[in-house]
């Protein structure tokens, strides 16, 4: 018996390749996609919503969890998912933003503060708004299961998602992330869902969450021309009484020179907490 060989014309198999690879390199880069809803819209649409995928979004400060931002100041953006459902998903793609409040969830969205374009993690990529009309951080290709190999409990973890907050003024804004957990195969049988958190704009005087633990010395103060930072190992934030950020860093020896007269406060950031110093120039 002869043996038929069916071939698939380049047009038919260019569809194919679309169809199942549209996703794996973003769904805003490829198909204008704001999954995680920051705009409004329907998200992810050729992927199938399911809260069987769970999503919590954070901020973080060289590793630690905040609810509030310092203007001009360099967080990172994690997203987790799970699944919790029965359908086997070994692999996720996901997307963030970052708007003001207000407008928040509705085509009156507006970017707040920036977002990385550079120092992103392995297979990911910055999507301007030329694509889905918001800028977003999102995959441009599969990732792997974070634990587990797909089935109930499995998880999906993205982290080090860079965001600058952005002037002081700005107020509330919503932090938003979606996580498309998927089987590999195309968009049938995935399942994606999203997420929202909200972080006000903290003052320049907001000590709150001081963590008198860290052991630093700042000197001198009042200071003229050069101020020493000695005993601390982490990221240093300092603003003027107006919460402009004039300086962000790990320099140990911070030029003042320039400073207009007045006060100012050094925020000392790392895995232990928060330590905010005031310090007057003269």
């Known amino acids: ?140 290709g599969r990732h792997n299961a974070t634990t587990g190999t797909g089935a109930t409990g499995t998880t999906y973890v993205i982290s080090g998602l860079p965001w600058t907050a952005p002037a002081a003024g700005t107020g509330t804004v919503k932090v938003y992330g979606c996580i498309n957990a998927v089987n590999g195969s195309g968009s049938g049988g995935d399942h994606w869902n999203n997420n929202s958190i909200t972080v006000t704009e903290a003052s320049a005087t907001d000590v709150a969450t001081i963590n008198n633990s860290i052991n630093v010395n700042v000197y001198p103060n009042p200071v003229v021309n050069t101020l020493n930072i000695s005993g601390f190992n982490g990221n240093i934030l300092i603003y003027d009484v107006n919460g402009k950020s004039i300086y962000s860093g790990n320099e140990t020896a911070i030029n003042a020179a320039g400073w207009s007269a007045g006060m100012y406060y050094i925020v000392l950031r790392n895995n232990d907490g928060t330590k905010t110093i005031p310090v007057v120039k003269q």
């Open 1 to 140: 018996m002869m043996k038929k060989v069916f071939l698939l014309t380049p047009v038919v198999a260019g569809l194919l390749y679309i169809t199942l690879s549209s996703s794996s390199a973003g769904g805003a880069y490829n198909s204008g996609a704001d999954g995680t809803k920051a705009t409004g819209g329907s998200g992810c649409s050729c992927h199938a919503y399911s809260t069987a995928t769970t999503v919590a979004v954070e901020l973080d400060s060289a590793g630690v969890a905040v609810t509030s931002y310092h203007p001009g100041m360099a967080y990172t953006i994690k997203l987790t998912g799970t699944n919790t459902g029965t359908t086997s998903l070994p692999y996720f793609g996901f997307q963030t933003t970052v708007v003001k409040a207000s407008g928040a969830g509705t085509s009156a969205a507006v970017l707040a503060g920036t977002l990385g374009t550079t120092g992103l993690p392995a297979a990911t990529r910055y999507t301007s708004a030329a694509s889905c009309g918001i800028d977003v951080i999102e995959h441009s």
